[in-house]
Antibody, heavy 120, light 108 residues
Framework: EVQLVESGGGLVQPGRSLRLSCAAS????????MHWVRQAPGKGLEWVSG????????GYADSVKGRFTISRDNAKNSLYLQMSSLRTEDTALYYC?????????????WGQGTMVTVSS | SYVLTQPPSVSVAPGKTARITCGGN??????VHWYQQKPGQAPVLVIY???DRPSGIPERFSGSNSGNTATLTISRVEAGDEADYYC???????????FGGGTKLTVL
C-alpha cells in the first residue's frame, strides 16, 4: 500500500524558514517523480514544486521560485521542501504527491498534508 | 502563464449526468488530468491522460479533451460524488504544473 506521510509543518513568523519532509513507503521511491502541492484555507490546489526520480529535473511555481528548494533522498525514501523567506500568503496545507510516472504525469497518490501557518 | 478555467459550481440531480468543463488555450494539445477532493480529504486522481481511469475509479467517470475545452463527465451521479473537482495540465512552455480553480459539484 502506497503511503505518503508529511511532517514539519507548524506556526512560523514571516521571513523565517521551515523544512517539510515526506516519508514514502509501499512503492519503489526512486522510480517516480514527486511533487509538493499546497492548498490555502478554503482555496483551490496550487502546485508548488516537482522533482524527477534522479533529481535531474526540478520545477517551481513562480510564487515560490528563489525561496523554496525541493530535494529528495532516495536512500531514505524521503522528499523535502526547504522553505525560506516565508510570507503570510504561504499559509496552506502542504501535500506531498507521487507522480504516476515522470515529472509531467498525473499525481496518483497524495499524503494527508502538513499545515504551515505563517503569522507574526 | 497558462490558465485553466473551470465553472465554480455545477449542480445535478441524482441519477443524472454531470459535466464539468476545463477551458484553456488549445487544451486539446495537452494531456489533462482530473482530481476529486471531498471535504477534509486529500485529492484523488479520477482521470488521467484525458480519458484513462485509475484502478478503482468507477466507469461512471469519463473524460474528453478537444479544442479549447476538456470535460469530466460523471454518469448516474450519486450523492457520494459530491466534491470539488480540479483539472490539471503540464505547461511545457513554463515547465509548470497548472491546476484549474476547481468546481464544486452539488448533488441536489
Amino acid at each position: 500500500e502506497v503511503q505518503l506521510v508529511e511532517s514539519g509543518g507548524g506556526l512560523v513568523q514571516p521571513g523565517r524558514s521551515l523544512r517539510l519532509s515526506c516519508a514514502a513507503s509501499g512503492f519503489t521511491f526512486d522510480d517516480y517523480a514527486m511533487h509538493w502541492v499546497r492548498q490555502a484555507p478554503g482555496k483551490g490546489l496550487e502546485w508548488v514544486s516537482g522533482i524527477s526520480w534522479n533529481s535531474g529535473n526540478m520545477g517551481y511555481a513562480d510564487s515560490v521560485k528563489g525561496r523554496f528548494t525541493i530535494s529528495r533522498d532516495n536512500a531514505k525514501n524521503s522528499l523535502y521542501l526547504q522553505m525560506s523567506s516565508l510570507r503570510t500568503e504561504d499559509t496552506a496545507l502542504y501535500y506531498c504527491a507521487k507522480g504516476r510516472t515522470n515529472l509531467y504525469d498525473a499525481f496518483d497518490f497524495w499524503g494527508q498534508g502538513t499545515m504551515v501557518t505563517v503569522s507574526s | 502563464s497558462y490558465v485553466l478555467t473551470q465553472p465554480p459550481s455545477v449542480s445535478v440531480a441524482p441519477g443524472k449526468t454531470a459535466r464539468i468543463t476545463c477551458g484553456g488555450n488549445n487544451i486539446g494539445s495537452k494531456s489533462v488530468h482530473w482530481y476529486q477532493q471531498k471535504p477534509g480529504q486529500a485529492p484523488v486522481l479520477v482521470i488521467y491522460y484525458d480519458s484513462d481511469r485509475p484502478s478503482g475509479i468507477p466507469e461512471r467517470f469519463s473524460g474528453s479533451n478537444s479544442g479549447n475545452t476538456a470535460t469530466l463527465t460523471i454518469s448516474r451521479v450519486e450523492a457520494g460524488d459530491e466534491a470539488d473537482y480540479y483539472c490539471q495540465v503540464w505547461d511545457s512552455s513554463g515547465d509548470h504544473v497548472v491546476f484549474g480553480g476547481g468546481t464544486k459539484l452539488t448533488v441536489l
